[in-house]
C-alpha cells in the first residue's frame, strides 16, 4: 500500500469557516499536512476585524457557537464582538489548531495545474510585501462574505479634511469623545453604531436613505446557576441549542410566498411596525417604517437604536450624500454640516465572493470571468464550482440562511466539502475532485426558481442581489434543508479521476487510526464471528448464509444492548 503521494492543503481565513475546517481536518479524519493563511495578525475573521463600538451578534451565543466547542460561559444570550473573538481564540488552543495557522499573509489568488493535479498559490506578506507561492492538492476559500467593506465613492471625499474610516477599519487611534460625528448608512453595523457613539460623542447625525425593519432584541445575562447546568447537566444545553434552532426555522416560514407564509409575514410586519412606532421620534416615524416586505433586506434586532434617536445630541437625516466638504457633508437636500469625524457603515462586498483573489482553473479559466458569463456567481450548493476541481469554497453562493445561524451553515458546508472532496483524496479514491457542469447547472435552476417565491427577491435594494438582478447570495428554503441535502452527497454529480485500486485499504488504514476503540473492537468481533461461521460451514453458500444471519442477529442484539 505504499504510495509516494501525500496530499495537502491549503484553507485561506482563519475566521468561523477556516476554524471549523482545520477541527474536521485534524481530529475527524485525523489529516494534519494543512495550512491557513490568514492576512490579518490573528485569527477570528470578521470579529477580528470588526471592531467598531457596538459590534456584536443578533444571534442567540448558544446557536452561533461551533457544535463541536459548546460554550457554557456565554455572559447574555446575544455576545459583544470581545466575547465571540474570545471564544474563537480559545476554540483554536483547545484544538490544537494555531500551530497550523500563518497570519499577516494575504492570497491574491491560484491557479490550478492540470499536469500536476495540484494548486499553485500565490501569496503576499502583508508587513514585508514579499510575494510567494505554495502549492497544495487541495484549495479552500474561507474567506467569509463580511471580510472586505465595500467602499463607496461620493463626489469630494478627498477633500475633508478631518477623520473617515469604514466601521471594518475603524480606527481606535481616533477618540470621539466630545466630537461631531457623521454616520452614513442604515444597516446593522450604522444601527451598532449609533448608539454607542452617542453615549461620548457631542453629536451624531445619521444619513440614511431608506427604512429598515427593526425588531425587539432581549438579550438577559445568564445567572451562574444556568451556566452551571449548561456545563454539568447532560445534553441541557444542546437541547437549548436545538430549541432556539427550531425557533429560528420556524421564522424562516415568513420568508416564503404560500398563502400561509404571507399571512405569517404580515403578522411579523404588523409586530414589527408596532415596535417601530412605538420607541421612535414623532419626527421621525414616516422615515422610519419601511414600504419593502420583511425579509427583502436583513432584519434587524435592535441595539439601542431607536431609543437614541430621542437623544438631543443624535439625528436622523432620511437622505442621501450629494458631495463631501472640507468641513463636513452636504447631503441631498442641499443642507450642509460640519463633521469631526464621517464614518461609514456601507456594508461589506457579499455577493463579490472571494474577492479580491483571481482564481483560475481547468484551461487557464477565470473564475471571475466564468460567473460573469452565468449572470453571478453559482456553486453546487454554495460549494464547487465547475472547471475548478479540488476547490471548496466555505461561504459560498446562495449558502446563507434567511433566518439562522451562518455559523450553521459554514459548519454545513465544511462537512460537505470534508466528504465530498477530501475523503475521496485522502483515501487515494481520486487525485482530482470535480462537480460536473450539469449538476451545478441543475441546482443553480432549481435554486433560483425557488427564489422567486421568496421575499428575496423582492423590490428593494439589497445586498442579496447582484449587478445583473439575480440574487446570490440567499439560501430560499429552510437552514435545516440546506443540511440534509448534503448530508449524504451525490456522488453522481461530481467526477472522479486518478484514483488508487487500492483504496479501500487507504479507507480502512484511516478508519482504524480514527476509529474509537469501541468501535474498533466490535467489528473486529464481527468480523470474528463471520470467519468463524463461514468455516463452520465449510466455505459453501449454505455456510455463508448461516454466517451473514448470524452477523445480522449480533449486530441487531449489540444495537439492542447500546440502546438499553
Known sequence: MASSYAPTAIIIGAGPGGI???????????????????????VGGTWRSNTYPGCGCDLPSHLYSFSFNLNANWSKELCEQPEILQYIE??????????????????????????????????????????????????????????????????????FRGDMFHTARWDHSVDYTGKRVAVIGNGCSAAQVVPAVSEKAAFVQQYARSAQWYHPRPNKSFSQLEKWSFRWLPLWQRWLRLRIFLHAEQ??????????????????????????????????????????PLGCKRRIFDPGYLDSLHQSNVKLRNEGIQEFT???????????????????????????????????????VSLNKQWSESRGAQAYYGTFVHNFPNLAIIFGPNSFPANNSALFACETQVCFAVKALFEPILDHRARMVEV?????????????????????????????????????ASWPARAAFFWLKTFWPNWKAFIWKDGSATWPLYRFARWWKMGSWCSKASIAAIVAIFLSQSRAGSGSTSGVTRALETLHERIGALACYIAS
Not at 20 to 33: I, P, Q, T, V
Not at 114 to 121: A, L, N, Q
Open 90 to 159: 480559545d476554540t483554536v488552543d483547545k484544538f490544537d489548531l494555531r500551530q497550523h495557522v500563518i497570519t499577516s499573509v494575504e492570497c491574491l489568488g491560484g491557479a490550478w495545474n492540470e499536469d500536476e493535479k495540484e494548486w499553485t498559490v500565490k501569496f503576499r506578506d502583508v508587513e514585508t510585501g514579499l510575494e510567494f507561492e505554495r502549492h497544495a492538492t487541495v484549495f479552500v476559500s474561507a474567506v467569509g462574505a463580511i471580510s472586505f467593506p465595500r467602499d463607496v465613492r461620493f463626489k469630494g471625499m478627498e477633500n
Open 326 to 364: 472640507e468641513n463636513g457633508i452636504i447631503g441631498s437636500s442641499g443642507i450642509e454640516d460640519e463633521f469631526d469625524i464621517i464614518v461609514l457603515a456601507t456594508g461589506f462586498q457579499v455577493s463579490q465572493f472571494l474577492a479580491p483573489m483571481e482564481i483560475y482553473g481547468r484551461y487557464g
Open 20 to 42: 471549523s475546517m482545520a477541527y474536521r481536518l485534524k481530529h475527524e479524519l485525523g489529516f494534519n499536512d494543512f495550512l491557513i493563511y490568514e492576512k490579518l495578525d490573528g
Open 251 to 292: 421564522e424562516a416560514y415568513t420568508y416564503f410566498s404560500s398563502e400561509a407564509g404571507i399571512k405569517a409575514r404580515l403578522a411579523a410586519e404588523d409586530e414589527s411596525r408596532e415596535y417601530i412606532l412605538s420607541r421612535t421620534p414623532q419626527q421621525y416615524k414616516k422615515a422610519v417604517v419601511p414600504d419593502f
Open 436 to 472: 460536473k457542469q450539469s449538476a451545478e447547472e441543475r441546482h443553480t435552476i432549481s435554486l433560483q426558481g425557488q427564489l422567486k417565491g421568496t421575499v428575496f427577491a423582492g423590490d428593494c435594494s439589497s445586498w442579496y442581489i447582484n449587478e445583473f438582478g439575480r440574487n446570490d
